[in-house]
């Protein structure tokens, strides 16, 4: 059963860090890596120090929602292999409203913080982030909590419903 499109959009607070690189990557034999983020698409330092990660073979971006939502149409239409890389629920949101067409998410690594929850090992979410997981379910879309690629997969919803 193929869980991801060519395209794998994945929520991840860290962004580019080792296990996106050397896990998902080579996983899927994925060579282009896009983060979409509005704020660190305008701050020139924090977008270098993220790309400072991707070497080799690989090519990394930092763009802004919008912009990243157009890429992921492209590399639909022409089967292109691509990871994108969001840091939180509210960014699918952001997406959604620029017509994001990938409808089945991965959710990775959202770690602890004052005010949240733990639902997974390595998903910790406070209750706006709930919510906002809750109304994308309502409009369609599937979330696949998975931390490595070859590791467990848990639909959101069912965790969700388990922790109410």
Known sequence: ?????????????RLIHGQVLVGWCNHYNIRDILVA?????REE???????????????????????AVKKIQHCLKAREK?????????????????????????????HFK????????YLFLNDEEVAAFQRLMKKGYRFVCQDVPDGPHYDLARILAKKK
């Not at 983020?37 to 698409?41: M, N, P, Q, R």
Request: aromatic share 6%; proline share 5%.
């Open 45 to 67: 330092w924090e977008k270098n120090l993220l790309l400072m990660a991707v070497t080799g073979q690989m090519h990394a971006d930092v763009v802004p929602v919008a912009e």
């Open 82 to 110: 691509c990871m994108v890389l969001v840091a939180s629920p509210f960014h699918i949101e952001q997406m959604d409203r620029h017509g994001l067409a990938v409808r089945t998410i991965n959710v990775g690594g959202i």
């Open 37 to 41: 983020d509005d704020e660190i698409a």
């Open 1 to 13: 059963m193929t869980l991801y499109p060519p395209v794998i959009v994945r929520i991840d607070d």
């Open 114 to 121: 004052e005010g949240r929850r733990e639902f997974l090992h």
